[in-house]
């Protein structure tokens, strides 16, 4: 007998007709990339993904974090035959501490003796017969004793859930704007839970935030790559441009005008480097600059796509998925960034782009955005 990692991907992309072994094979790709060198043999049995692997702990936990897996579990693969079958459906109801179990039989072996349903039975009366708490429920079953019946048998009763989503790399790509804070990271996770390609870019106000405060971004795309493999992230000089937005322009403006150029930068380094889209942690009406009304205003000075995957959400959900996927810790750590040093007391709340692109006309916009963009540092 030996044990082995079953995979099943999310069912969405069964719906991909043609375009399925497109998304199979990226997601094969980026299974491999993860488990690295402890993976010895892939074999793909319809539709199922068994791999054997070194260490199956420390696999399932990586594969945990691949975008597109729907569900792991760790099968025994025995022999094909009755006796086998029903002393290690008995042994696999060890691992559940639940009380009432359903016995579920797939069988891809068609020489197998018995339907699906005589097997299940069979495997069902067994355990009652040498187990003293369980009970069968057919409806409502604490756990299920999966009996998988080919070549040879698979039998697994402990599941474990994948983040689903579509194979990262299959969908486009993004450029992140990846703030110090708790929602940009989100807002990422989500996007490349969808399969799209992350980039990040931090906008950095030296001296005003620190090297503390770039080290920490750095930290929150280092947690991003667990589940994504590498990241680019641009590192961006924003204090000349602040300066300029301060010294010239009203002070309930700044925020506004400050957020169309990270915009603008964002899109300029994101059509630099073949990027479709930009992506940002905003959340209708967290803050001033997050009414509609400041949306639309940075969005007029975009030209691609701007994604906002936390627009409908509460805070309190953000903070739950930060924790979730184990960026709140970092996002929390109190080092200023470049926004809240250069905040308002009474921002403008409905600011109109007619209004705002007249206010911003003092400033050299064009030599301002390609300065800072030619000295954007890349971090990988
Ligand atoms: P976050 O928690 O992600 O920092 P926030 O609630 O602090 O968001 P804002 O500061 O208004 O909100 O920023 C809104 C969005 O703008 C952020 O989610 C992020 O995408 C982007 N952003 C803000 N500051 C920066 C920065 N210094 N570098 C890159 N992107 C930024
Ligand atoms: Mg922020």
Redesign the pocket.
């Known amino acids: 007998m030996r044990k082995l990692l079953l995979v099943k991907y999310a069912p969405e992309i069964f719906l991909k007709g043609l375009n399925k072994g497109k998304f199979e094979k990226k997601l094969k790709e980026n299974i491999k990339n993860v488990l690295g060198d402890s993976v010895y043999n892939f074999v793909v049995d319809q539709g199922r993904w068994f791999i054997e692997c070194d260490n199956l702990e420390s696999g399932v936990e990586k594969l945990k974090r691949v975008c597109g897996i729907s569900e792991i579990c760790i099968v025994d693969e025995i022999d094909s035959d009755m006796e086998s079958i029903k002393k290690q459906a008995l042994k696999s109801t060890f691992e559940n501490h639940g009380k009432t179990f359903k016995v579920i039989t797939k069988r891809a072996n068609k020489s197998f003796p018995g339907t699906s349903m005589d097997v299940s039975r069979e495997v069902g009366a067994y355990i009652l017969q040498h187990t003293e708490k369980l009970a069968v429920d057919v409806k409502n079953p604490d756990f299920f004793v999966n009996i998988e019946i080919r070549e040879k048998t698979y039998v697994y009763s402990k599941r474990i859930k994948g983040i689903g989503g579509m194979p990262y790399g299959t969908n486009g790509s993004t450029m992140?704007?990846?703030?110090?804070?708790?929602?940009?990271?989100?807002?990422g996770y989500m996007m490349a839970r969808r399969g799209v390609k992350l980039n990040?870019?931090?906008?950095?106000?030296h001296p005003y935030?620190s090297e503390r405060a770039k080290e920490k971004?750095k930290e929150l795309a280092n947690i991003l790559k667990k589940y994504t493999g590498s990241i680019e992230l641009y590192v961006?000089p924003?204090t000349k441009i602040q300066m300029s937005i301060i010294e010239n322009c009203r002070e309930d403006e700044l925020?506004i005008i400050m957020?169309r150029f990270?915009m603008r930068i964002?899109c300029d380094l994101a059509c630099k480097h073949n990027i479709n889209s930009v992506?940002?942690?905003?959340?209708i009406g967290?803050?001033a600059?997050?009414t509609m009304e400041g949306l639309v205003v940075s969005n007029d000075v975009a030209d691609r796509p701007v994604f906002r995957p936390?627009i409908a959400m509460d805070k309190v959900d953000i903070m739950d998925v930060a924790r979730q996927i184990g960026t709140y810790e970092t996002?929390i750590l109190p080092y200023e960034?470049?926004?809240?040093i250069f905040v308002p007391k009474h921002p403008k709340i409905k600011p109109r782009v007619e209004e705002i692109r007249k206010a911003e006309s003092v400033l050299d916009i064009d030599a301002l955005v390609k300065e800072s963009v030619e000295n954007t540092e890349v971090f990988n």
Do not use: K, N, W
């Open positions: 992140l704007m990846l703030s110090g804070g708790i929602d940009s990271p989100v807002a990040c870019v931090y906008f950095h106000s935030t971004v961006v924003f925020t957020r990270m964002s992506t940002t942690g905003e959340s967290q803050v600059s997050q936390l996002s960034d470049c926004c809240t």
